[in-house]
């Protein structure tokens, strides 16, 4: 008797398959490293190079005598901090500078939201005025400082200022050469009013537009009727966070102050004030760069550095910045 063979004999057992191939390992593209090593290489060298190797260097000159060179002097330690506080001056410099911000961010913060409550009220224009009160930002703050200081308050009868000021029969007046009463805070405030509150005005507007119009809709359904109203309970609760980032930025701005108060206030046409127009970057200014104590000027800029992150995180934990709402 014959035996079948043929496909039946396939059932016989399980067919044996092959063991899988090991996984192929991804090869990496060295040449797409090479291009991102190639362009950002000089960005990091000089970032390292001119920012954290200077951060570095300066703060071993604030504990030595580095007195008319860069190059380390003799070991001081602490005593380029005990000079400084001991100074009157740098003492003056910080009181004017906490009064300059006391003043600058609440007055740019009201005026900035203000101005931008009126721009997004409007139907027609908008980007126009959005742009108009953006231009002044754009502006150097030199070029902004000698405006104010040869033209409209140079102290000739022919100034703006005092031409204004005529009209309701003042004499002309040396705004910024009168320290009493110090009228050169006017002359201070609103050059820097007029440089920084079309940004702020942007920040605000840029928040509002984030804000739904269904919210409104729902508010003058249930009576909420009333700009004023819509404002207090919708718009500047729902700005907190922008609320919170403009008064950082205006106040580390404030600190930092420089340009307008050397400018304005260095001896020229209208004359100075006196030292206690200086802020504390223009008495680092002339400590550094014209007496030539990089020691004492490098502890300076420190103490300076210090005071804005320390005043910066204080504000933030008490404001809760960076927090959630349920935080």
């Known amino acids: 008797m014959s035996v079948r063979t043929g496909p039946l004999q396939a059932d016989a057992g399980p067919a044996v398959r092959p063991a899988s191939a090991p996984p192929r390992r991804r090869r990496v593209d060295w040449s797409a490293w ?10 990091l060298v000089g970032l390292l190079l001119f920012k954290y190797v200077a951060m570095g260097w300066g703060l071993l000159l604030s504990f030595s005598n580095a007195r008319g060179t860069i190059a380390l002097g003799d070991w001081a330690g602490l005593e380029n901090y005990r000079t400084l506080f001991g100074d009157p ?6 009181s004017m500078i906490v009064v300059f911000t006391l003043v600058i961010v609440p007055l740019t913060f009201a005026i900035a939201l203000g101005l931008a409550v009126l721009v997004n009220r409007l139907r027609r224009g908008r980007a ?8 002044p930002a754009a502006v150097s703050y030199v070029v902004a400082s000698l405006i104010w200081k040869m033209s409209l308050f140079s102290g000739v009868p022919s100034s703006a200022a005092n031409s204004l000021a005529a009209l309701f029969g003042q004499e002309p007046t040396a705004w910024i050469a009168t320290v009493d009463p ?14 920084q509150i079309g940004l702020y005005m942007i920040l605000f507007l840029a928040g509002m537009q984030e804000i739904p119009g269904e919210l409104y809709e729902a508010a003058r359904v249930d009576g909420a009727a009333g700009e004023w109203r819509l404002f207090r309970h919708i718009t500047f609760p729902l700005l907190r966070n922008t609320s919170v980032a403009v008064t950082l930025l205006l106040v580390i701005a404030a600190f930092q102050a420089f340009d307008e108060f050397y400018n304005l206030l260095s001896t020229g046409l209208a004359g100075a004030p006196g030292p206690d127009g200086r ?8 400590v550094s760069l014209v007496q030539q104590d990089y020691g004492l000027g490098s502890a300076g800029a420190f103490v300076v550095t210090l005071l804005i992150v320390l005043v910066t995180l204080v504000q933030g934990r008490l404001v809760g910045f960076g927090r959630g709402d349920g935080e």
């Open 182 to 195: 110090p009228l050169y805070w006017i002359v201070l405030i609103t050059v820097r009013l007029w440089l």
């Open 89 to 94: 001056r740098f003492r003056t410099s910080l």
């Open 34 to 43: 090479r291009a991102f090593a190639l362009l950002t290489a000089p960005l």
């Open 128 to 135: 126009l005025f959005r742009t108009t009160f953006f231009l």
């Open 279 to 286: 802020p504390p970057l223009v008495y680092l200014y002339d």
